[in-house]
């Protein structure tokens, strides 16, 4: 039985794309392994089985919490011996490309992000060069790099030289039948109002400032939060400062499970990203897709790769992240016609027939497959 194993700098169970490699890899024969952590739930209690998860303390000593991370996974790489490595972020990276390639398996690295280019590194430069570096060392030991949009893929070839790179959007796996969370019960939202929902970390950038100003202008709506992020008290705070507060509620983290049915409840998903990074102008987030397969029309930054989906499938609306009257207008334009949603609907659930995991997986099919190659028959990705 071939094995592979699965290193990844968060907690699995609260990461659609590291399940779906589990599941999609599981489901082809492959006994996998995979190594996460946890350590913004202080109740947390360690896991550990086909998918482990570690606790981590990052409140005592950032050091600490770093030399632990990497004692853990050391540990696990020189323990376990796999067909296939995967990195699935940045931090695991430089383990994983050298203890994998020492033990002769196939190394892929995850790119789910452009890194060296994130928004949280905007005001620290010495960090982000540090990780441009890293990532530029290690990036050229992997077998493959994975991106999750064709912008990020002609990016890396670009700025690395490489040809090695393939790109699995952060598609959910297909699901047909939902039991929505009947969302107004559940968190007193007035009967009337509709239900924007924003998924994601809790962080400035992610246009909740924006949309808190939309819904205190244009009545009828009330913004449900799914997530946590170190800003939530900022933003709890904003709420009742411009006096919304009744009209916004913050869910706390909800696990994979869970997270479909809750998005089936609300009315319209957020992808409101503003353009402070590289990585943010690129972004094409899981999001966006899983407001699509749970039949939920949305709302995003005009970015080109969102933009690109949303007008091919026409499957919502694209705004100016900088200007909030575009917010405003769209909300408008919903709350004046009723039946408005309910075409954005139909077309969400036809797309969603095309935009899921099991369809966009097959990108990677040729690395799993179970027949025995001849020399000389690797797919024609290769590096430079």
Known sequence: MKKALIAFLGNPYYDTRTLNLYKSLTKRGIKVKVIG?????????????EISVYKLNKSFCSLCFYIRFVAILKYHLFLERAD???????????????????KRGKVLYDSRELYGFLAGLKNKKTLQKSIQIIEGIFIRLVDYVITTGNMDTDFIKEKFKLQNVLTLRNLPIYKEHFNPVNIREKFNIQ??????????????????RLVFEAIKKVGGFSLLIVGDGEEMVFYKQLAVKIGIENRVV????????DLLNLTAGADIGLAVIENISLSY???LPNKLFEYIMAGKPVIASNFPQMKEVIEKYDVGYTINPDNEQDLVEVLLRIKSDPHL????????ETASTELHWEKEFETLEF?????????GEE??????
């Open 37 to 49: 952590f946890e350590w913004k739930d202080s109740s947390f209690i360690s896991k550990k089985g």
């Open 84 to 102: 296939y490595y995967f990195a699935e972020d940045v931090q695991t990276l430089p383990f994983i490309s050298v203890i994998g390639k020492l």
């Open 191 to 208: 009967a009337d109002d509709k239900v924007l929902l924003y998924q994601g970390v809790v962080l400035h950038g992610r246009g909740l």
């Open 250 to 257: 913050f869910a706390g983290r909800v696990s994979q499970d």
């Open 281 to 283: 102008f690129y972004a």
């Open 341 to 348: 949603l309910e075409v954005l609907q139909r077309n969400c």
């Open 367 to 375: 690395l799993f497959s179970s027949r025995n190659r001849k020399k």
């Open 379 to 384: 797919n024609t990705y290769s590096k430079e």
